[in-house]
Structures are given as structure tokens and as C-alpha cells.
């Protein structure tokens, strides 16, 4: 699956200008190629794949590989996003392999009950995104299930072509 986001422009606000990307996670070769400095990371590789797009005051948060667990870190630091007392995060999820998935039980905001994770995946050989959640946390694998998140989770099925809004920010999904 792939995801094209479009940010909506308001006559009276450049949200482009009040855009940032962070790579939490990247395979190696992605980090090569973009050129990025990572000096810790250069010989033995980093963190599993995992983006932040923080946008029109939206976090959007590109697969939970390992680097989801830092970027959790840093969400609970700053100020995020309230709405209605909740603090709103988006996560999607190219697919369920475990470099994608394998983050998500050491995501700090998911520990909080002031947090509503609203979390997006396409169906991969019949498995959706929650059962692949649930399935690396069960035992022996993790002492923590799913259910003992105190976060508000959902879970949204995507299929390609559909179009998702989050404020003023488009995502249309490619499979």
C-alpha cells in the first residue's frame, strides 16, 4: 500500500510552511539515500520504518517500526494536538510485516488514557491491522496485550483508492 498526502490549502494559511517530516526510522539503504547523518546508526543499521508528518497541527505517524517507541518519547514531551481532551494521533500502516509492526507495544502515547490513536491498515493475506497487533502481543511473546492499552485505539480498515481526511489534510490510498 501506498499513500499520497495532499495538504488542503485555506486561503488565509500556508500549512505548507508549518510542515515537518521526521524519519524516526528508516532501513538503511533509505537513510543512504537520502543522505541522512546518522553516525550511531551508519555501521549497524537503526530503527524499523517509521515517519512523522506533523501537519496543520495533525500528527500522522507512517508505520510503527522500532522507531515509533523514540518518537512516542518525544510525543509525550511536547504539547500535542487537543481536542475535546484527547490528544489525537494517526498512524497508518503500509503493511503488517513485523519491521512495520513490531514498535507499536513501546509506544508511550498508547499507555495514556488521554490519547485517542486512531490506527489505518489495508488487509494483508486476510489479516487486518488489529489482528496483526494483537498478535505479537499475546504470550510468550509480550507480558502486555493490546487490551491493556489504556488509550482510546480504533481501527480503520483502508482499501486503495480511498480517500481519508484529517483536517485539512487529504491521504488517498495506492495499492
Known amino acids: 500500500m501506498s499513500l499520497f498526502v495532499q495538504t488542503l490549502f485555506a486561503s488565509s494559511v500556508n500549512i505548507a510552511t508549518k510542515s515537518v517530516i521526521v524519519y524516526c526510522g528508516l532501513c538503511r539503504s533509505a537513510a543512504f539515500l537520502l543522505k541522512l547523518p546518522c553516525p550511531k546508526t551508519s555501521k549497524y543499521g537503526g530503527n524499523t520504518s517509521c515517519v512523522e508528518l506533523n501537519c496543520d497541527g495533525k500528527i500522522i505517524i507512517l508505520d510503527s517500526g522500532t522507531g515509533i517507541r523514540e518518537l512516542g518519547h518525544d510525543i509525550i514531551s511536547r504539547n500535542s494536538v487537543e481536542k475535546d481532551g484527547m490528544y ?28 485517542e490513536i486512531n490506527l489505518y491498515g489495508a488487509k494483508h493475506s486476510d489479516v487486518d491491522i488489529e489482528c496483526a497487533l494483537r498478535g505479537q502481543m499475546v504470550a510468550p511473546y509480550s507480558p502486555i496485550r493490546l487490551s491493556d492499552m489504556p488509550a482510546r485505539i480504533n481501527f480503520k480498515g483502508i482499501k486503495s483508492g480511498e480517500v481519508i481526511q ?8 495506492f495499492h
Open 88 to 115: 489525537n494521533l494517526y498512524v497508518f500502516f503500509s503493511h503488517v510485516h513485523w519491521d512495520h509492526i513490531q514498535g507499536f507495544p513501546f509506544f508511550r502515547p498508547a499507555f495514556y488514557p488521554e490519547f
Open 166 to 173: 484529517i483536517g485539512k489534510i487529504v491521504i488517498k490510498v
